[in-house]
């Protein structure tokens, strides 16, 4: 690393990193986190959600111990990672300058940040798909040899989340408006071929599980989101959320990139960026799936383009947007400041896990379970009781997914925990002989009471009764809808 940005760029490496990890000791696990807690204690070629890359670093970090810091720890090294390569794509497409500003970019919208803070496959993508823009530019000039690199990285992406075909789309496009000589190249079939033997894992465990990944992505993951133009504003109005002030900033660095796409660097950062951004508005038009944090990947590429024409009206932009995120980081270390907008989907987890343990500790004969009705409810629960009470998911659980078959618990009592704010998806009497509702649990945030839990008795249970897996229509299934909860401005953190 060379030049003037060598120590900034240090100091803004290593400030935020232990910043991030200050905040991820403290904070509590968001759903997700939870779940690929439980899939790394379940390890497997791929899951029906996700690619498997969440499952190994969890499980790899996790060795020393379960804490959140632990969990967490892959997501830092990550984001810093991150960081550092996005400079030098900066500074190689640019100047050092602007792969600074890209790399400050990604510490203040909160979509990216939290991607170096929360366990989640958006960090492995975002490094594989930075990498990847980097060794291909490389590859296209002087470097033949970055093709194999790139190939890696594009695997290991692949590896990460199925959203990194859209890098390879995006290289396509570009080469056919700039380099079509390559076409008649080995270097970029080598490439190709290096991501594909990467990615068998995955082939290999849909094959052997009637590739369920693909059922469920095609037809069964919902949305819950309206379709049409109804879709798209969802869609939209979730980036207010996942980049505060700076969505604008970002909308005019598209539009910016495709004015200037006569510039190779610019054609480049819009090819590549462009295609992960229309596929998330197309799949929120076509079929209601508005997932926020899918323009992530193209938000990488134009922080770069934001950062080679940066002005003072995106620098007030940057500095707003950066005070929230500060704010929202410090909310939880203040008892002072009211709980942000969205705490209450992060705290009381651990409360609630430790009622149900005593009510379960009270039944008479065994076996007991943990019932709930959602995946969110499930993977809390487990992780707050170390998987040590079997978490029975209901109505029926899909049967490629990790959690087990309800039949092998025919007859044991159990203990529901449902968040009251929400809607039943499940009646309990037609699985139960006896449902008995118990005082319910109200959990205090700062003093404040931040959400409550209602706690049901249940005896005998009758999974044969109406074991129906809920429609794609009728709530998520586990892992339906990553929500990046880096997104909100207090950054419990999408």
Known sequence: MTGTMTRPLLWLIVGTTIFRAIVGATIPLIDDEAYYWLWAHHLDWSYLDHPPMIAYIVFLTTRFGDDAIWIRLGALVLGAATTYALFLLGRELFSARTGFIAAV?????????????????????????????????????????????AGIVVGLGLLSKLYMVFLAAGVLIFLLFYGRRWFRRAEPYLATGIAAVLFLPVLYWNA????????????????????????????????????????????????????????????????????????ALLAAAAAGASHGNWFGPGYLGFALVLG????????????????????????????????????????????????????????????????????QIAAQLAYYTRNTIPVVLLPCPHPESIWPKIQQFAGADGIAVIDARSRPRVKWSQYFAQVQELAPLTVQFHDRPIRAFRILRLEGLSPETNCVRLRPDEGDHPGSRHRHPAAAPHLHPA
């Not at 909160?110 to 492995?124: E, I, K, N, Q, V």
């Not at 910016?256 to 796409?261: E, F, H, V």
């Open 105 to 149: 970019l990604f510490q203040i919208v909160p979509l990216l940040t939290g991607s170096g803070l929360l366990a989640t496959p958006d960090g492995p993508l975002f490094l594989a798909w930075t990498l990847a823009l980097r060794y291909v530019w490389q590859a296209l000039h002087g470097r033949p040899r970055r093709w194999a690199d």
């Open 208 to 279: 052997t599980h009637h590739w369920a990944m693909v059922q469920f992505i095609v037809s069964e993951r919902p949305g819950g989101t309206p379709y049409g133009l109804a879709g798209i504003v969802e869609l939209l109005s979730q980036q207010l959320l996942y980049t505060l002030l700076l969505f604008p900033a970002f909308v005019y660095a598209a539009y910016a990139a495709w004015r200037r796409r006569a510039d190779e660097r610019f054609g480049y950062l819009f090819w590549t960026s462009f295609p992960p951004v229309l596929f």
């Open 308 to 375: 080679a024409m940066w002005n003072r009206g995106f620098a007030l932009l940057a500095a707003t947007s950066a005070t929230i995120v500060l704010y929202g980081f410090i909310v939880p270390f203040v008892p002072a400041l009211p709980p942000a907008p969205g705490a209450e989907t992060l705290y009381g987890w651990r409360e609630a896990a430790g009622r149900a343990q005593q009510e379960v500790a009270a039944f008479d004969r065994r076996p007991a379970v943990f019932v709930v009705d959602r995946y």
